[in-house]
């Protein structure tokens, strides 16, 4: 190969790269329409049906929700759960931070491994990158199993932007958590100047869990290349609780349309009363915030949004998310900026009817490149305690004015032009 023909291939590779480099960071995302505006109640059985067919999602009516508000509810709730395991333990996280927390999940997941349980786990290569396989050694020893997601190879390499942002437990196929938690211990002990993350899982028993088990086979099929058949994997379980609930699992398509991005879209626009965000990462889309402008100009309802403040671990995302105000602000929104720490908690409330949690962000990453789950339910007394747990972390925030947005520093504008930048990968 003569040096012209090297010189040649070189610039071909090179403006190919900058051109898909340039449309990670400015291609248009999906806009999201509603064809006609959802005229049914709630709670009928045409929106159930239409929202179980949107979603690709089973609707569950037997199952029981519990929400657990904070890292020393929610752990101590998982691992009671995972120390009395009888047949599978299936464990998928973003976060696996090594750590007092990660010592004590392990050492509890190691001891069912031993005592002949089987151990799944699947792990984010990026977002659990500093746990090692060596860090899990007693626990291979004991007959454990970990899949790393799409983990950094050759053949990896075209999806590396896809990452498994899930955060599930499933034991014995009967008991579930899901929510915006992983496992770290920022998430239950404070630092000099930090006090521990806000956050919320669910605990879920009954059919909604055999659906939060097909979503880490997924996972775990992906990972490993296993497909998880035994039938203990996936029994029979009711509750005698009657609580409409959907499972919706999330992956980009190569379309860019995610289902968690459409629950999200039918959701704010069949509300008719309030409209409570709670989210760590608060990037909407121009779909998004049209959706929301119109429900307070046309519908009257209350749109009222909560984000971190400047206990934020993402100073860009925050920054970001802070030129987006504008639109809502001026339509009528409240935006609350979370004080005491830094809140994790990804939940959505509407009408005080339908409850939403998982580990969908309100961001691009999670409508348009991440794996993710979210649990949606129809249950006023689910709502209500979503509804509680808002309330006090409002009372603990700061309102945004739109004045005071209006006055941003060209310091803090020249920061958010930037973030603009990367705002598609935020």
């Known amino acids: 190969m003569d040096s012209t023909t090297f010189l040649v291939i070189a ?29 049914a109640s709630l709670d009928s059985p045409d929106f159930l049906r239409t929202l179980e067919a949107l979603t690709d ?41 090594k750590g007092k927390v990660a010592d004590q999940f392990l050492e509890a997941l190691t001891e069912r ?5 089987r151990v799944n786990l699947v792990l984010d ?53 899901v929510g915006g938690s992983g496992v770290a211990d ?25 659906q939060l088990q097909a979503t880490f086979a997924e996972n775990w099929l992906e990972a490993s290349g296993e497909i998880l058949t035994e039938h203990d994997y996936f029994p029979l379980c ?13 992956s980009p398509s190569a379309g860019r349309s995610t289902r968690a991005r459409i629950l999200y879209q039918m959701l704010l626009a069949s509300a008719k009363e309030s409209i409570l965000v709670t989210t760590p990462y608060f990037l909407p889309d121009r779909s998004a915030r049209a959706e929301m402008v119109r429900a307070l100009a046309e519908r009257g309802v209350r749109v009222e949004i909560i984000v971190p403040g400047k206990n934020s671990d993402h100073l860009l995302t925050r920054r970001s998310s802070r030129r987006l105000y504008g639109d809502l602000l001026k339509a009528g929104a409240k935006i609350y900026e979370y004080e005491p ?30 794996d993710e789950v979210n649990l949606a339910a129809l249950d006023r007394d689910l709502a209500l305690r979503l509804t509680e747990d808002f309330e006090r972390d409002r009372a603990a925030s700061h309102a945004v004015s739109y004045t005071q947005w209006r006055r941003r520093s060209v310091f803090e504008r020249a920061h958010e032009l930037f973030g603009w930048l990367l705002e598609r990968q935020q």
């Open 113 to 117: 491994a031993r005592a002949g349980v």
């Open 186 to 210: 920022h998430w239950l002990y404070p630092k000099p100047g930090h006090a521990r993350w806000r956050d919320t899982m669910f605990r879920v028993e009954g059919e909604a869990v055999t």
């Open 57 to 97: 999602s089973r609707l569950t009516r037997r199952s029981s929700i519990a929400v657990l508000t904070n890292g020393d509810v929610y752990f101590k709730a998982e691992l009671e759960a995972i120390r009395v395991a009888e047949h599978s333990i299936n464990l998928e996280a973003y976060i696996f931070q």
């Open 238 to 250: 009711e509750d005698d609780e009657q609580t409409p609930a959907l499972v919706v699992n999330s």
């Open 341 to 370: 720490a830094m809140i994790h908690t990804k939940s959505l409330v509407i009408d005080g009817e339908w409850s939403v949690a998982g580990t969908t962000n309100f961001d691009n990453r999670s409508f348009g490149l991440n």
């Open 125 to 177: 290569a990026i977002g659990s990158f500093a746990s090692w396989n060596s860090y899990f050694k007693d626990f291979y020893a004991a007959g454990g199993r970990v899949a790393w997601y799409h983990p950094f190879r050759w053949q990896t390499l075209a999806r590396i932007n896809n990452r498994t942002h899930r955060e599930l437990i499933i034991i014995d196929g009967r008991v579930g958590f």
């Open 11 to 39: 610039v071909i590779a090179i403006v190919a790269q900058s051109f898909l480099l340039f449309l990670a960071l400015f291609e248009p995302g999906l806009d999201y329409k509603i064809s006609t505006p959802p005229s």
